[in-house]
């Protein structure tokens, strides 16, 4: 299939293809006499892997991890676990920074009841500096 097909198929753009195929992430497709990279059903298997794994957030090295595990069928799968293991934890954090921020927000709305912006407390906060918060 020609990369237009892959695209369409997997949902990716064709830079991206090209990319993948660049950083290894991809084989190279083969050519055909045309010269036209000529993708098979092996690299459709790939691609869908790779974007279900950045779908769930996972980063290209641990994508390229992921991909060397599952070439080994044999293994145990405790790499693997603890890939996905790792990337949940990041997950959690990332949803109690979120929630943090959102909680913030909410109280900017509240704190502010100004008809005009020289009397707007949300953007008097702006101009405070940031409190850091320990992780």
Known sequence: MRIGELAKATGTKAETIRY???????????????????????????????????????????VRELLDLSDRADKPCQEVDELVREQLEEVEQRIVDLSSLRDELRLLLRSCQANRIDECRIVGSLARPLRRVAR
């Open 20 to 62: 993948y195929e660049r950083e290894g992430i991809l084989p190279a497709a083969d050519r055909t006499d045309s010269n036209y990279r000529d993708y098979s059903d092996n690299h459709l298997a790939a691609l869908t892997f790779v974007r279900r794994a950045r779908q769930l957030g996972f980063s290209m090295a641990q």
